[in-house]
């Protein structure tokens, strides 16, 4: 049972940009291929930042403005407007990238583009060199699993394969990426770890296990104490 990572859902095709293209080529670039950002690399593919449209639309938006900052202006805005007037993808794109190794789960992914607030992660390798790029809307392919085949996932890779739990003692049922358990095994750790590993499987969206009982309650630590007369 391996959990998909980044390599397994990122797309390959990424159109890069150099650092001295220009404002109206990186335009370009973005519509022709309708994207909505580009990682700027070096000629070793090693990426230095990423300019998204948003980059690109402060220029509109301080067209005719004047661009120095106030000594008081708020940061952000300064920033704005430093990249109102940039020319080319190096003065107009964001610095450092946020960006993610191959090597990573979906789910460490996932956190870094809520961290950092971005909806794609340029993919590097251990080398740092460029090799994909991955959205949110690739980190959701792990989703896309069919029932049938997590449900075997279910029996081989976590019942039998890790708890080594006779399938026979469980009934597992899928339906729409939800699994659910019956049936009786031997102590609620097990079932309370099968449950766990279940939910971590691709394409589980939840799990239920109320009609999941168990002979044993090992979960409950008693303490004796024993006291002299």
């Known amino acids: 049972m391996r959990a998909l990572l980044v390599r397994d859902v990122m797309s390959t095709g990424v159109v890069t940009v150099a650092p001295d293209l220009g404002y109206k080529q990186i335009v370009d670039l973005l519509v022709e291929f309708g994207v909505s950002a580009v990682p700027v690399v070096d000629d070793r593919r090693r990426v230095l930042g990423v300019v998204s ?27 704005a407007k430093e990249k ?68 075997v996932d279910v029996i081989e890779s976590v019942l039998r394969g890790i708890m080594w739990i006779d399938p026979v003692e469980v009934d597992v049922a899928v339906s729409g990426g939800h699994v659910t358990l019956a049936g009786k095994i031997d102590r609620r750790s097990s079932a309370r770890i099968a449950v766990r590993l279940i939910r971590g499987l691709d394409g589980v969206v939840g799990v239920t296990d109320d009609d999941l009982k168990w002979g044993f309650d090992d979960t409950t630590t008693r303490l004796s104490h024993t006291f002299d007369a």
């Not at 639309?57 to 920033?79: D, I, P, T």
């Not at 690739?138 to 449900?151: G, N, P, V």
């Open 53 to 79: 449209e948003a980059d690109l639309l402060h220029k509109v938006e301080f067209n005719g403005a004047e661009v120095h900052a106030r000594l008081f202006e708020r940061r952000r805005r300064r920033l």
């Open 84 to 151: 109102a007037a940039g020319e080319n993808a190096e003065s107009l794109m964001t610095a450092p990238a946020v960006i993610v190794a191959a090597t990573a789960t979906l789910t460490d992914a996932a956190r870094l583009m809520e961290q950092r607030n971005v909806k794609r992660l340029p993919v590097v390798d251990d080398s740092g060199n460029l090799v994909g790029i991955v959205s949110r809307r690739d980190l959701l392919r792990r989703y896309l699993r069919e029932d049938a085949t997590i449900r």
